[in-house]
C-alpha cells in the first residue's frame, strides 16, 4: 500500500482503526537516497496514524467513565501524537515499478525487528530518570536541583513526547512502564525555582545561555492548549533567535527549537523550549518565567481556542486513505509576516478528488470559506467544479504544490482543511455564497462561527466503503505585519 509523505504541523483521518503490527511507507525519487526520504516520511506518517488513532480511542474511553471522574484527555495530549516520531529498525526494499520516471523505495517497521529497540531506548531513558531523582534528593542547592531537573524533563520529553513508548505500544509491546516523572509534574518544581525575568529580550537571553549549537532553525512557542502563533509568540521567538546562532529556513537548519508557554494563576508566563537533532532526538531542555509585567503589550491569549480544538480534535483514523497539508516551509508553528510568500503542498496516498476549506479567525472576524480553482467570482469551473481538483497516478506519494500566495492585510490566524476521497465529492461540497467584500466563497451560516464550517466540511465527507474511502487534513498558520510596520511591496 502506497504511503503519504508527512508534514508535522497536524494530520486528521477518519476511518476504521487497523491494528497491524508491520506498517511501511513508500516514496519515490530520482536517486536513492530521496526516495529513502520520502519512504521514511512515508513510514512516519503511517505511524502517527496508528498512534492518533489508539489516542482518539482512548480518549473516547475517558470520555465514557461515570459522571464526576476527571477525564484524562488533554488537547495538549491530542496534538503531540501528531509530531515527528522515532522509527528505529527500519528495512529498506527497492520497488520494482518506475513511477513517472523515478524509481522507488519501501521502508517497513515491524514488530519482531522494532519492539526490542524501542524498549531498550525506553528503559535507558527510565533508568536516567531515577538516578536523577536520587541526585535531586541529595542536591544541596536551587542551582543543582535546577539543573536536574532539566535534564530528568529532556529525558521525560524524550520519553513522552517524542512517542518511543506510543510506538512500541502500537507495535505490540505492552510491557514498557511508564516514565517514573510526568512532564506537568517536573515543569511544575521548575518553575516553583524559576525567578522571573522583568522583559522578553531579558527572558530570552537568559533562555538563550542553555542552548549552544550552531544554524538552529527557532519555531515560535506555541501556547499549550492552541495551535496559533500569538503576537506574544512572535515577539518571544524574535527575540531568542537574536541571541542564537539561528538560520532563517528550516531546511538550512542543522538543529531545531520548538517551545510552548502556559500562563499561570498569578499572571506570569511560562517559556519552556527544547533543542532537537536531525534525528528527532532532544538534546536538551530549558525554561524561562516571564513576569506578568515584562509581556505587557503582547497578546498571549489564543483568539479562538474552541476552534483550534474543534479543527484538531483527536478521530478514529485509518491508513486506507491519508492526505497530508503542508508548506514548504514545514506544517507547524507556521508564522508569516506581510510581504513573504507561502507555497501549500499536499501529498496524497492514491489517486482521489478533493477540495479545501479555509477558516479565518481574527479580532471579532471568523468566517470559513472553499479555496476557488481560479480566481474571484466567475473562474475555476461551474459549481462544485469550481473547487474540486484531482491528483493523479504519477502525483501520488509525492507533494503537489498548490500555487504561491503572498502574505497580505489583514492578519489573523487561518486554518486550512482538506477533504479528499478516492471517488468524486461532486456531491459533498458545502453550499456557499460569493462575498464580493471578502472577496471568498464562504459557506453558508458561518460567518461569526468558523466552527460550523469545519463541522459541515466534516460531515458531507463520505463515509468509508468498500468501494470509497476518504481522507481529511489540517494546517494551520497565524500572518501578521512586517517588521516595520508597512506595508510590503506585494501587498501595496
Known amino acids: 500500500m502506497r504511503r ?22 513508500e516514496g519515490y525519487g530520482k536517486s536513492q537516497e530521496q526516495a529513502r526520504k520520502r519512504a521514511l516520511a512515508d513510514l512516519a506518517a503511517a505511524v502517527q496514524v496508528e498512534v492518533k488513532s489508539e489516542t482518539a480511542s482512548h480518549c473516547e474511553k475517558v470520555r465514557g467513565k461515570p459522571s464526576g471522574q476527571k477525564a484524562g484527555c488533554s488537547f495538549e ?94 507495535l505490540g509491546d505492552r510491557g514498557t512502564l511508564p516514565a517514573p516523572a510526568s512532564e506537568a509534574e517536573l ?58 546562532k539561528s538560520v532563517a529556513r ?6 531545531l527549537m520548538t517551545g510552548e508557554y502556559q500562563i499561570l494563576d498569578d499572571g506570569d508566563i511560562h517559556v519552556s523550549y527544547q533543542l532537537i537533532d536531525r534525528r528527532g532526538k532532544i538534546i536538551a531542555t530549558r525554561g524561562v518565567r516571564l513576569d506578568k509585567q515584562g509581556w505587557r503589550g503582547f497578546r498571549a491569549e489564543p483568539l479562538a481556542p474552541d476552534l483550534d480544538r474543534l479543527i484538531h480534535q483527536g478521530v478514529a483514523v485509518s491508513n486506507e486513505f491519508r492526505v497530508v497539508l503542508g508548506t514548504d516551509r514545514g506544517s507547524r ?32 472576524e471568523q468566517y470559513s470559506f472553499l479555496l476557488d480553482r481560479g480566481e474571484g467570482e466567475g473562474e475555476g469551473g461551474e459549481g462544485a467544479w469550481r473547487f474540486l481538483r484531482y491528483l493523479s497516478l504519477g502525483q ?56 460550523s464550517g469545519v463541522v459541515a466540511a466534516r460531515g458531507l465527507r463520505p463515509k468509508p466503503t468498500q468501494k470509497t474511502a476518504s481522507a481529511e487534513a489540517d494546517l494551520t498558520f497565524t500572518t501578521l505585519p512586517g517588521k516595520n510596520g508597512e506595508d510590503a511591496p506585494g501587498c501595496r
Open 4 to 25: 503519504s509523505q508527512i508534514f508535522v504541523l497536524t494530520l486528521l483521518l477518519l476511518a476504521t482503526p487497523l491494528s497491524a503490527k508491520t506498517l511501511t511507507g
Open 77 to 170: 495530549e491530542a496534538i503531540r501524537t501528531q509530531s515527528d516520531l522515532p522509527l528505529l529498525g527500519v528495512r529498506f526494499e527497492s520497488l520494482p515499478v518506475v513511477v513517472a520516471g523515478e524509481r522507488g523505495q519501501s521502508a517497513t517497521l515491524d514488530s519482531v525487528r522494532a519492539t526490542g529497540l524501542y524498549r531498550t531506548e525506553l528503559n535507558a531513558l527510565r533508568r536516567n530518570m531515577l538516578d536523577r531523582e536520587k541526585a535531586l534528593e541529595a542536591a544541596k542547592d536551587n542551582d543543582a536541583r535546577y539543573r536536574l531537573l532539566n535534564e530528568q524533563l529532556t529525558d521525560a520529553r524524550q520519553y513522552q513526547y517524542r512517542r518511543y513508548r506510543a510506538v512500541a505500544t502500537i
Open 187 to 244: 515543569s511544575a518544581r521548575l518553575i516553583a525555582l524559576e525567578k522571573g525575568a522583568d522583559s522578553i529580550p531579558f527572558a530570552a537571553r537568559q533562555l538563550a545561555r542553555g542552548f549552544k549549537r550552531p544554524a538552529v532553525y527557532v519555531h515560535p512557542p506555541r501556547h499549550r492548549d492552541a495551535v496559533e502563533i500569538t503576537p506574544f509568540a512572535a515577539a518571544f521567538r524574535d527575540a531568542l533567535a537574536g541571541n542564537l
Open 250 to 255: 528550516r531546511d538550512k537548519a542543522q538543529y
Open 333 to 364: 508553528d507556521l508564522l508569516f509576516r506581510e510581504g513573504e510568500t507561502v507555497r501549500p503542498e499536499i501529498t496524497m496516498s492514491r489517486p482521489g478528488y478533493y477540495y479545501i476549506v479555509g477558516h479565518v479567525a481574527r479580532e471579532g
Open 396 to 451: 501520488v506519494n509525492r507533494p503537489a504544490v498548490l500555487g504561491e500566495f503572498v502574505v497580505c492585510r489583514p492578519f489573523g490566524v487561518e486554518h486550512l482543511q482538506l477533504i479528499a476521497a478516492s471517488e468524486s465529492l461532486e456531491g459533498s461540497v458545502p453550499q456557499t455564497r460569493w462575498d464580493k467584500t471578502l472577496g471568498y466563497h464562504v459557506l453558508t451560516g458561518s460567518q461569526g462561527d468558523a466552527g
